[in-house]
């Protein structure tokens, strides 16, 4: 049976997204983590999908080395087409008994190919390469290779580490350039701004006059960015608004298909499945669509064929509503209003509410898996003065009985917080919830993703605290027993109508 929406394999996790896409159908290759003791190798798995909606798993891929070889892990990198009928696959080799010059595992860059579309592989040993001078050869790796037909070649893009320079601002983007996808140069850094640990997952991808550079920020942020320029010689420009998502979506990686271009990376799952775990390496599998806007900045929203794979209605009620029809207004000019559902919610729903958001408001946002009251609950909090918006959750983590020992001086979840406008007038929400993953959209542009364990169940709600909310187009819907798909993905002004 296909997965719906999000991707995990059975008792495993998925870790960085080598997605390809071929014969009209996107090839998600991934490394299968399995958490097991003592540690395996890392091989990569496949999951296939044509719509977005159903992912099937095709289980082992590209299988990894014995424990002696250089890839007993074999971890992230990346799937070309040559023209000629040959794929290469470039990948990062590992294995943490063989140690590199820092004493760290050493890390190398290896190649494989396939003549059956992408069935079968054949590894070739002898093109393996290390560091190039000046880098470190514990980080080299996350090869991303692409053609630059301006130039009249191919070129590498490598997550490395200067030798030299403050330990947390060695990070850099180097590069290798060939003619035949065997032999590889070094030439200058693709991206060098000094300024992160790392850059790991590098991608890059040209746009219409646009080009545009997404890492991973392997820092004390852990977020998935990106850059753009009008050439891949740079500059290389910041945007506004600069990240993909949140902390637990990571590693994310693109791919296009009829025009249309999309992010799939992984959601973190915490240690202990609770709420306070720490975020761990690997989770599920999950996938942004990305619209271009006039100035050339992203934004990033669910595909249309997500959202409409929730087709049947779940009826909610709101308490203290005379008519049903009538839209919901919260007034607390100086104080809190809730609205909550009469019933409870099911464990996968998608919620699609638009929120007029009056001039001056503090806060509003909507309520997930609530208590009776909605005094407890997951919080999806809009703060138009501080032009953000966040996850929350109460109670909070607790460490006494005193009111100081309830995390009351955390104003929300750290690390899930998105930057967006919230100027006043109509906002869209849409959240999907699925077990104990929840992302949720702002306005088809900020994407926050995240987990929620400690709550399994409860209602939805709605509220406003020092201001005004007209609440309209609420909706609950959840995955119907005889959802029909599209078997193929139309270019995105089909997929609208």
């Known amino acids: 049976m ?3 929406v999000f991707f995990q394999p059975p008792h495993a996790w998925v870790g960085d997204i080598i ?15 399995e958490r097991s003791s003592p540690k395996p190798g890392t091989p990569w798995h496949l999951v296939t999908t044509s719509n977005l909606v159903d992912f099937e798993d095709q289980g082992l891929a590209f299988e990894h080395g014995s424990p002696t070889a250089a890839d007993f892990n074999v971890y992230t990198g990346s799937i070309v087409d040559d023209g ?32 059956d579309g992408l069935a079968s592989w054949q590894r070739f040993p002898e093109h393996t390469f290390g560091a190039s001078a000046g880098y470190e050869t514990g980080d080299w790796r996350d090869p991303f290779v692409f053609r630059d037909d301006e130039a009249g070649l191919w070129r590498m893009l490598i997550a490395a580490r200067h030798t030299d320079g403050p330990q947390r601002r060695r990070g850099t983007i180097a590069q290798c350039v060939s ?35 997404v890492y991973s920020e392997f820092s004390e942020n852990f977020t998935t960015r990106y850059r753009m320029a009008r050439s891949l010689a740079g500059p290389w420009l910041v945007p506004e608004h600069d990240s993909i998502d949140g902390r637990a979506f990571y590693a994310a990686k693109t791919a296009e298909l009829h025009g249309r271009r999309f992010f799939f990376g992984w959601i973190a799952s915490r240690e202990g499945d609770r709420d306070d775990g720490a975020w761990q390496w690997a989770g599920t599998m999950s996938v942004l669509e990305a619209t271009q806007n006039d100035d050339g900045t992203l934004a990033f929203a669910f595909a249309p064929e997500t959202l409409a794979s929730f087709t049947d209605d779940v009826p909610l009620g709101f308490t203290d509503t005379a008519n049903a029809d009538a839209a919901l207004r919260l007034d607390a000019p100086d104080g809190y209003s809730v609205r909550l559902s009469d019933t409870e919610t099911p464990r996968r729903f998608r ?40 996850f929350d959750r109460w109670p ?21 917080e998105r930057p967006c406008d919230l100027s006043p007038g ?28 400690d709550r399994p169940v409860g ?12 609440v309209g187009d609420l909706r609950l819907s959840t995955v119907g027993t005889t959802t029909e798909t599209t078997q193929t993905l139309p270019d995105r002004q089909h997929a609208l109508t």
């Open 396 to 416: 909070r983590r607790r460490t006494g009985d005193g009111q100081w020992e309830i995390s009351g001086d955390s104003p929300y979840v750290i690390e899930l």
């Open 351 to 390: 919620l699609s509410v638009t929120l007029d958001i009056a001039a001056g408001t503090t806060e509003c946002g909507v309520l997930l898996r609530a208590s009776d009251d909605g005094d407890s609950a997951y919080i999806l909090r809009l703060e138009p003065k501080r032009g953000r918006m966040v």
């Open 426 to 453: 109509e906002h869209t929400l849409e959240v999907i919830v699925d077990g104990d993953l929840c992302v949720a959209n702002l306005d088809g542009r900020t994407t926050l993703s995240t987990r929620i364990y």
């Open 2 to 4: 296909p997965q719906h």
């Open 179 to 213: 003619t035949d996808l065997v032999h590889w140069e070094p030439a200058e850094p693709f991206w060098d701004p000094r300024r992160y640990v790392a850059h790991e997952c590098p991608d890059v991808f040209r746009w219409g006059d646009w080009w545009y550079l």
């Open 84 to 115: 000629a009928g040959t794929h290469h696959l470039f990948y990062t080799g590992q294995n943490p008994t063989i140690l590199g010059q820092d004493g760290l595992p050493l890390q190398l860059v290896m190649h494989a190919t396939s003549t």
């Open 19 to 33: 997605p390809f896409v071929a014969n009209d159908e996107f090839q998600l290759f991934y490394l299968h983590e």
């Open 459 to 470: 209602r939805v709600g709605v509220f406003v605290g020092e201001g005004s909310l007209v």
